[in-house]
């Protein structure tokens, strides 16, 4: 991260600080000293702390992903995606213990059973039935991005689950200010609160749809041409005006979405695979995903809207005059897209992972482009037991290893070993740049 | 890490710029109260004529709710209703014995009456924390409502 990444990154915690004292004092302000005069009444008074900084959390989590241009441009997009992920869980344990802990206050105050006592608030309290069922849908969405969990879902469903965080966010609201002692009778604390609300929903309605769909009008995208690379993976060249405007850099990505039947309702992240010109974009894609089968169907014509470029996984970022691209199967495509940018002078090697020789996609691209250059190519096909990626095993092509610029992309065990390899040889974190597939999403 | 030192100035820093501006009341009880009083509405010195010609068709006076009894004590509401408009509706008897009934009541109570003056019927909402003060004041509601012909 440049320097003034990091200077705006600690301004961004300042303000994420300010926000939290701000949202506890809500609390401190409305407090009394009989709301922990009891245990059942401090049982209710810490679930109340809970849920206001969980909700908290979950504002900012939102306006994390919000794709705010400024601060895209100031934090980076991939900064804001690992700090959406840093918080994600602290907002769903806390506003699970709100929802725990307010059920046994209640019912321990009013002596009956919990679940009676959900029943009771459910029917008597405003909006509580709506907030409930927020409850679940932000915990399917927090369960379904766990690691673990996420791995064996496609990204169509994780998707589609994490889309109703809005709708909880949102059906929440009312119960807060309804039932919530700090904001009855505090009309600054509640204005306060739908600031916040409110200020997130128009940062997303503006910069999530707006502006993408505002610009990919302007651009007028749509896809010219569909072509297969190989076994599962599909190009898709899209054609447009004025592309070079928008910036893009070969190794960044967009937000996709197809225009047409079955593909409209949900973008996807793909990287450029070739540097963008003034008129052409392109994608290469591997079925990864449910979603992907599909593509080599699309026609020509087809409208295309997105969002972007996002990510640093750019050509310029590179110090030393050498690099190292390594690439592993389809993960090839932005490093093939970074190559034709790379500055003319850089001695470039490129590793190429794949398990079987159909796999090597695009290696006619690769090819010429290496001729053009004087660029090496070491393909490396088969297990990975037979291609270890150790230091000693990548040094034996690329011996200037420990004094290049290492550029990395592909499945997140390859990523995380060349990571490894890079480290164990010294080579400084600023000059390891890598892309794992699962990086984009969000 | 320093970035996490950031977040805890400001959390401070936010935390006691509110605070300092304006200081908790941990003691008191009735802050809530005193603001909603305030906003309960009292008769209208100067009835429309729209609202005299209710006036001459509602039922009019002061209607005395039932006791309704509770785990923590008795509810009783008195509503005083003019031309078929809830004009004043007071709570005399509500559990007032701890100090958290004394608490939670201070609260519950302005807002349950700002409610019934508001929906103008028992179709109130209840409120957080205080569940059977909720469920006694709206019976007691009910049934004053009921005798005043208004069911």
């Known amino acids: 991260m440049s320097l003034g990444k990091r200077y705006n990154a600690d301004w961004a915690a300042i303000v994420l600080g300010v926000g939290v004292g701000l949202t506890a004092a809500l609390y401190i302000e409305t407090t009394r000293l009989s709301d922990w005069s009891t245990v059942y009444s401090i049982v209710t008074s810490v679930s109340r702390v809970g849920a206001l900084l969980g909700s908290f959390l979950a504002i900012v989590g939102l306006v994390l992903v919000s794709r705010i241009s400024w601060v895209e441009r100031s934090v980076g997009h991939d900064r804001l995606v690992i700090w959406h992920r840093k918080l994600g869980p602290w907002s769903l344990y806390l506003i699970t213990i709100h929802v725990l802990l307010v059920l046994v206050g209640y019912a321990g105050h009013d002596r009956i059973k919990i679940g009676i006592e959900l029943w009771r608030m459910i029917q008597r309290y405003p909006w509580m039935l709506p907030a409930f069922v927020a409850f679940i849908f932000f915990a399917m969405a927090g369960v379904t991005s766990y690691k673990k969990a996420r791995a064996k879902m496609s990204y169509e469903a994780w998707w589609t689950i994490h889309l109703y965080t809005y709708l909880a966010i949102a059906l929440s609201f009312m119960h807060q200010v309804l039932t919530g002692p700090m904001f009855i009778g505090h009309p600054l604390n509640k204005l306060y609160w739908e600031f916040l609300y409110i200020g997130a929903g128009a940062a ?239 | 890490m320093k970035r996490a030192l950031l977040i805890a100035g400001g959390t401070v820093g936010g935390l006691g710029a509110v605070l300092s501006i304006t200081p908790p009341q941990f003691g008191s009880s009735s802050t809530v109260a005193g603001g909603i009083q305030k906003t309960t509405p009292t008769p209208t010195a100067a009835p429309t004529p729209a609202a005299a010609k209710a006036a001459a068709s509602g039922p009019s006076g002061t209607f005395m709710g039932d006791s309704i009894n509770t785990q923590f004590g008795p509810v009783q509401i008195q509503i005083t209703i003019s031309g078929g408009k809830i004009t004043h509706v007071a709570v005399p008897v509500y559990p007032n014995s701890s100090g958290r009934d004394q608490q939670i009541n201070s609260q519950a109570v302005p807002w349950l009456i700002q409610e019934a003056m508001k929906a103008q019927s028992s179709n109130i909402q209840g409120v957080g924390g205080a569940s059977y003060t909720s469920q006694g004041f709206y019976d007691s509601l009910v049934s004053a409502l009921a005798k005043a012909g208004m069911k």
């Open chain 1, 204 to 442: 997303i309605v503006f910069w999530r749809i707006a502006i993408p769909t505002f610009r990919s009008l302007i651009h007028n995208l749509r896809i010219e041409q569909v072509v297969v690379e190989g076994p599962g993976v599909i190009s898709v060249i899209m054609h447009g005006r004025g592309l070079d405007k928008l910036g893009a850099q070969g190794g960044q990505f967009f937000s996709w979405r197809f225009m047409t039947r079955g593909h409209w309702w949900m973008s996807h992240p793909y990287s450029l695979s070739a540097a963008p010109t003034a008129n052409y974009m392109r994608v290469t894609i591997k079925d990864l995903g449910d979603h992907s089968k599909d593509v080599r169907n699309l026609k020509a014509g087809t409208r295309v809207f997105f969002e972007g470029p996002y990510g640093t996984f750019v050509a310029n970022t590179s110090t030393r005059g050498h690099v190292v691209l390594i690439g592993g199967g389809v993960g090839i495509t932005p490093l093939r897209a970074l190559m034709e940018e790379l500055d003319p002078t850089k001695v470039v090697d490129v590793i190429f992972r794949a398990s079987r020789d159909e796999d090597l996609v695009l290696r006619k691209e690769l090819d010429a482009l290496a001729d053009a250059r004087g660029a090496r190519v070491h393909y490396l096909v088969g297990s990975r037991k037979e291609h270890p990626m150790t230091a000693k095993y990548i040094m034996k092509f690329v011996p200037a290893f420990r004094d290049s610029d290492v550029y990395v992309c592909g499945p997140t065990p390859l990523v995380d070993a060349v990571h490894e390899a890079a480290v164990s040889c010294g080579i400084p974190k600023d000059r390891i740049h890598d892309e794992a597939f699962e990086f984009h999403n969000v």
